[in-house]
Each structure stands twice: as C-alpha cells, then as structure tokens.
C-alpha cells in the first residue's frame, strides 16, 4: 500500500523567493513519484514524475524535485517564486512493479496551496 | 493527440435528485479510465476506475456508480444525492504510467 503526506496545506512565499513544498512518502514497493498543479476551476497538469531513473527530476515552469530514499521525500522546488505560480500542487505515488493489480491508480496528497505576495 | 473531455462543467443539484456526469475521451483506444473527486481540503479521493468496456471497479462504498457503456466513454452516476457528494469530480486517462486529466465537473447539492 502507498499513502503520501504533505506537510503544510498553505504555503506562502514573497515574488522571487525560493519555494519549497515538502513532500514524504510511504510504499511497500519501490515507487514512483508524481507531483501535479491545479489552478482554479481546472483538471490537474502533471509538473513532473520520478521512476527511478534520476534522483533530481527537472520539470516544466523551473520546477525540480530531489527523491530521497533514506527520508522517503521527493520535495518540490523552484528557486524564484513568480506570481503565475500560485496554484494547488498534489504529490502522488504509485508502486513500482505492480502494474497488473494497481492499474495505474495514483494516491494522492492533501495538497499544497502555493500563495505568492508580490 | 489524445483530449479528455468533460461535462456538465458545473452542476447545482437538489439533495435527492439523480446525477450523471459524462467522461470522453478522444485519439487513443482501450484507455484506463478513473474517477477522482476532491473536496475541499480533502485531497483526491479515487472513486472508480475501468481497464474496459463494463468493467468497473469501485474504491471505496458511497452513494455514487460508474458505467462504461463504450471504449472512451466514462460516466459517473447517482439515483439520489446526498449533500455530502458535494464536490470537483475529475475524470482522467493513463498513459505510459502517467495520469491526465480532464477540466473537472463541479458539483454542488444543496
């Protein structure tokens, strides 16, 4: 079973300032890893996805994200913050080698909403 | 290119009344379909999922059901809402392990 925890439901950051949204982890199997933004009103987009190839995964808008197995996190960052970042970010995990039985299903996180100050 | 496409994208309901949102999918054949809602400071919550025509799978027990009655076609159905399946239902589609959603239905019971 995967569950995943995302510590902090609001996060707020100055224009130009380093974001950090933390995301941890838990799987019975070696994972994959996701994080997702939803602006409002709208479906989710994926930012970026680790399946254990790189341990840092570079994403789109100046996204990153490290994995690190030994505090089963996988945090995003970018380091400056614009206002078009403001959104609500997801962080999913699926197993890794169980594709016959979970079909894909992501678990998702509480979520994150991101506030950027100008 | 694959779309995904979703409707009504907001709905007022009555409590007791019957729902149906509908889930298409466009460019791609036999895909895996999934049924997420989020509520509010909740997360999403994996409702059903579906590997083919009329196989469904339910997550979790609740007042809803699902239906794929053709290969890119999904629909999420109630015969009586209750004011607790107030929500963002979002449908999406896998590919090479990755999810990809559609606009989302907002649903409201009043």
């Known amino acids: 079973a995967q569950s995943v925890t995302q510590l902090g439901s609001h996060v707020s950051v100055s224009e130009g300032a380093l974001v950090l949204l933390r995301c941890n982890y838990s799987s019975s199997v070696p994972p994959y890893l996701f994080w997702y933004v939803q602006y409002p009103n709208q479906g989710l987009q994926l930012l970026l996805k680790y399946t254990s190839a790189a341990t840092l995964v570079k994403g789109i808008n100046g996204f990153e994200a490290e994995f690190k197995k030994s505090e089963t996190s996988f945090h995003l960052t970018k380091p400056s913050a614009h206002m078009s970042d403001a959104a609500e970010y997801f962080c999913a995990v699926r197993g890794q080698g169980a594709g016959g039985t979970s079909y894909g299903k992501l678990t998702f996180g509480q979520g994150t909403i991101l506030t950027v100050h100008p | 290119s694959q779309t995904i496409h979703q409707w009504p994208a907001t709905l007022v309901q009555p409590v007791g009344s019957p729902l149906s949102l509908e889930c298409t999918v466009e460019?791609?054949?036999?895909?895996?379909l999934y049924w997420y809602r989020q509520a509010a400071g909740r997360g999403l919550q994996l409702l059903f999922y579906?590997?083919?025509?009329?196989?469904i799978s339910s997550e979790v027990p609740q007042n809803l059901s699902a239906s794929r009655p053709q290969d890119r076609q999904f629909i999420l159905s109630s015969k009586k809402l209750l004011l607790s399946d107030s929500g963002f239902y979002l449908c999406?589609?896998?590919?090479?392990?990755?999810?990809?959603f559609g606009e989302g239905s907002r649903l409201t019971v009043l």
């Open positions: 999406a589609w896998r590919r090479a392990g990755e999810l990809f």
């Open positions: 579906s590997v083919g025509i009329g196989q």
């Open positions: 460019g791609t054949s036999n895909p895996n």
